[in-house]
């Protein structure tokens, strides 16, 4: 059983940056993968970024490529995602997912997620 906590989100204006994080409880949170979500009002979950256990492998949608970074600290339970260059766009409920797999490959789709966060606000205004 894991839980998790996301954390960091907040209101802030076009073009700042925001570090999110993904608390988790459990010892062996270091074999799980983890990923980012976001929803925002109206519209679909989406993926926007995942990591494998160990951070050798990520995964980032094209909307955040170049401006997001996942990354993990298997020793605090934690995992983060850098938001920078934020876009009115990005506003939305950001998520963190959580699934036992200690392998490469890095989950992109909500199904393939075993344990959820409540969410954190993102609000970007222009």
């Known amino acids: 059983q894991v839980q998790l906590v996301e954390s960091g989100g907040g209101l802030v204006q076009a073009g700042d940056s925001l570090r999110l994080a993904c608390a988790a409880s459990?010892?062996?949170?270091?074999?799980?993968?983890v990923g980012w979500f976001r929803q925002a009002p109206g519209k679909e979950r989406e993926s926007i970024a995942g990591?494998?256990?160990?951070?050798?492998?990520?995964y980032y949608a094209d909307s955040v490529k170049g401006r997001f970074t996942i990354s993990r600290d298997n020793a605090k339970n934690t995992v983060y995602l850098q938001l920078n260059s934020l876009k009115p766009e990005d506003t939305a409920v950001y998520y963190c997912?959580?699934?036992?797999?200690?392998?490469?490959?890095?989950?992109?789709?909500?199904?393939?997620?075993?344990?959820w966060g409540q969410g954190t606000q993102v609000t970007v205004s222009s």
């Open positions: 459990g010892r062996t949170f270091s074999r799980y993968a």
């Open positions: 990591i494998n256990w160990s951070g050798g492998s990520t």
């Open positions: 997912a959580a699934v036992y797999y200690s392998g490469d490959y890095v989950y992109t789709n909500a199904r393939d997620y075993r344990y």
